[in-house]
């Protein structure tokens, strides 16, 4: 059982707040993930779950019991470190029965169950070594080894595939979902990077200045960030925004104008009003417009990359350039004109200060 | 390819300036090492008319080399335990501290080494003193007066082995305070940590996991507490007066002033025994000092 609830929790170190009243509720038996930019609190929050850090002022519950005092022994919570830190003067086995040793459980027993997780982890062939003699993704086993022997209710990982090259990560985010399977337990991981986290959780937590920003599911946070931060931290590259006004609500059509003067109709949305608002549409909801079809946008390109299969290109708004993501290879000269038709299913509003406007229904 | 060729002429050239220059500098160990197993060595290095062991004989029967050997032993490895101690905690403590007065501490002691001790004897001395007339006035109170010489041979802060150990211990602390403190911050708080997140107490933390990772650490700054203490001329020189308590530096000294002829054979064989503990010493903390912890970490 790993219920894990958050209560307004908060974490200040000397007088500095780092984590400004988190709510958060992860069910049992859920993939978990942090997501959020560097410094905003991620390792804090994972450590004071862990008791590693103590908690500055709210509740921190598992399973209904309120976890704050508890010591970290015997909270059945496991820890995957940022470092790993395996113990370099061990051996594979010894790092991994580490725990079951410290209990003083009978040698034969620890044998015996070292060898299941190594068999589990394909580590069998290396148990005699240290972790110098280990490659990165034997490490990262070894690691994951001496956190499921104790068969934690919650595992937590610290970026666990920072630093690893990219082949190793796809391999190594496979065999994370595969351990979540297989452990039933539940898994709160830590990442910067929104493609880890848009592919391994159930549940994203978006974090920002010690803040939950919005949390759901991936499709969810793609679909319907609740402010600019959380849509622009989701999704690659990061979706445009746009300042814009609304210049005229008429029966269910809106019509926003942005300062660049493109006008752009969308379905009505409930308690829009005329006025100054941000208009957000994500590269991959633009398309390019041949001489003949109607497009909203007309532009001049300022870069296109060319990724073969696909084009990002960059284009003049006035302010920041925008980008759109379009399929197939285009060579478009920087200065060359273009236009682009939006998607208006797929457009997002946003207020002057960053939440999502956006009907109820929807 | 061309550049890297050299003569044969040139290396061996270069191979003779470098043969002439170690044999230069391997002469005085040499001469060490043939005078101390001649019987009739004299000051110029000559191959003796007969191996015997007759100097080292000398030193242990006619003088008192084994009460020397053992009073520097113990005086240099009670200081050095305690060094190791003090600095394996201290060093800890210092490298995960982030109090105001770290930095200020840290450049404090190590000004302690730069004066030079010569300088700081009398008033050391007055402070010995003062402690010893303390400690003189509590044995009085528990021990009978006739074992009263004995007992302060032991405890007292001069003339007596205490003393000596804590002296030393203390002015070899800071070097090997700075040692720790800079290998510690070489040692990842993550380690700890994963071992309390394994169900580690204090001790098991202390013992399975903080200190083999300190081992190098511990073993450098023991060495160079050992090897300053074993060197040390000036405190066995100022502290020491009863012959019982002599140390081995001292004991070399005393054997050089004496006699009217110097007795190189003797000279030398003392000369071996100091020598000895402390190759010793090295060849024992070596084994530890080349240990490297790679691969705990990522990155
Ligand atoms: N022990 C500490 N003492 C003081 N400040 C800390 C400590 N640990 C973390 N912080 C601060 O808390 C903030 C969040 O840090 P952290 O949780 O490590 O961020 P993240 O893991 O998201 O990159 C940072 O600004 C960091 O400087
Ligand atoms: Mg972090």
Redesign the interface.
């Known amino acids: 059982m790993g219920t894990i609830v958050l209560n307004q929790v908060r974490k200040s170190f000397g007088g500095h707040e780092v984590i400004k009243g988190a709510d958060i509720r992860i069910e049992d038996g859920q993939f978990a993930v942090f997501v959020g930019p560097s410094g905003c609190g991620k390792s804090t929050l994972l450590r004071m779950i ?3 850090e103590d908690i500055s002022g709210g509740e921190f519950l598992l399973d209904g019991k309120v976890m704050n005092d508890v010591s ?2 015997q909270r059945n ?3 995957v ?9 061990m051996t594979v086995a010894e790092n991994i029965g ?2 079951l040793d ?2 003083k459980t009978p040698k034969a027993e620890i044998k015996r169950r070292v060898g299941e997780i190594a068999e589990r982890l394909q580590l069998t062939p290396y148990l005699n070594r ?5 490659s ?1 993704g034997q ?2 086993r070894v690691a994951i080894g ?1 956190a499921i022997i ?1 068969e934690p209710s919650v595992i937590l990982f610290d970026e666990p595939l920072s ?1 690893l090259d990219a082949a190793l990560r796809v391999q190594m985010r496979a065999e994370l979902q595969e351990l979540h399977r297989s452990t039933g337990a539940t898994i709160i991981y830590v990442t910067h990077d929104q493609v880890e986290a848009m592919t391994l959780a159930d549940q994203i937590v978006v974090l920002k200045d010690g803040q939950v920003m919005q949390t759901n599911d991936p499709i969810g946070l793609y679909k319907e960030p609740e402010n600019t931060f959380v849509a622009q931290f989701i999704g690659s590259p990061k979706m445009n925004l746009f300042p814009a006004k609304v210049e005229s609500v008429a029966g269910d059509v809106v019509r926003i104008r942005t300062d660049a003067g493109w006008p752009i109709d969308l379905p009505a949305i409930e308690g829009l009003r005329a006025g100054p608002v941000q208009l957000g549409i994500r590269p991959e909801s633009l398309t390019l417009a041949a001489p003949h079809e109607p497009a909203e946008i007309e532009t001049r390109t300022v870069l296109s990359e060319r990724l073969g299969m696909e084009t990002y290109i960059s284009f003049e708004t006035g302010g920041e350039p925008g980008i759109a993501r379009v399929p197939g290879d285009h060579s478009l000269p920087s200065g060359t004109p273009i236009r682009l038709a939006v998607d208006p299913s797929a457009c997002h509003i946003f207020d002057n200060d960053g939440r999502a406007i956006r009907s109820q229904s929807a | 390819m061309a550049l890297s060729k050299t003569s044969t002429k040139a290396e061996a050239g270069r191979y003779g300036v470098l043969i002439v220059l170690s044999i230069y500098c391997l002469m005085p160990f040499v001469w060490l090492l043939v005078a101390a197993f001649d019987t009739n060595a004299g000051l110029f290095l000559e191959t003796p008319d007969s191996v015997s062991l007759n100097n080292f004989y000398r030193v242990f029967a006619e003088e008192d080399g084994l009460r020397w050997l053992i009073n520097s032993l113990i005086v240099c490895g009670g200081a050095t335990l305690i060094v190791m101690l003090l600095s394996g905690f201290g060093g800890y403590a210092l490298s995960r501290t982030n109090a105001w007065w770290k930095r200020p501490f840290l450049y404090s002691i190590i000004l302690i080494r730069v004066i030079p001790p010569p300088a700081l004897i009398v008033p050391l001395y007055q402070v010995m003193l003062a402690l010893n007339n303390g400690m003189r006035w509590l044995v009085l109170q528990v021990v009978p007066r006739e074992h009263m010489r004995d007992v302060m041979q032991i405890v007292g802060f001069i003339d007596g082995y205490l003393g000596l150990i804590l002296l030393l211990a203390t002015m070899h602390l800071p070097l090997a305070l700075w040692i720790m403190k800079t290998y510690f911050d070489s040692v990842s708080p993550e380690y700890e940590e994963a071992a309390v997140m394994d169900g580690a107490t204090f001790g098991q933390r202390l013992r399975r996991v903080l200190l083999p990772l300190a081992m190098p650490g511990l073993a450098a700054s023991g060495l160079f507490a050992f090897i300053a203490c074993w060197d040390d001329f000036l405190v066995p020189l100022t502290f020491v007066s009863s012959p019982e308590l002599r140390m081995l530096p001292i004991g070399i000294f005393s054997a050089f002033l004496r006699a009217n002829e110097i007795d190189y054979g003797l000279l030398a064989a003392i000369a071996i025994v100091y020598t000895a503990p402390a190759i010793i010493a090295f060849v024992l903390a070596r084994r530890f000092l080349v240990q490297t912890f790679g691969g705990g970490l990522k990155g």
């Open positions: 862990a008791g590693l970290p022994e919570i496991a820890m470190f940022q470092s790993y830190a395996l113990y370099p003067h580490f725990s410290l209990k240290k972790p110098s003699a280990l990165g490490r990262q001496r104790k630093n």
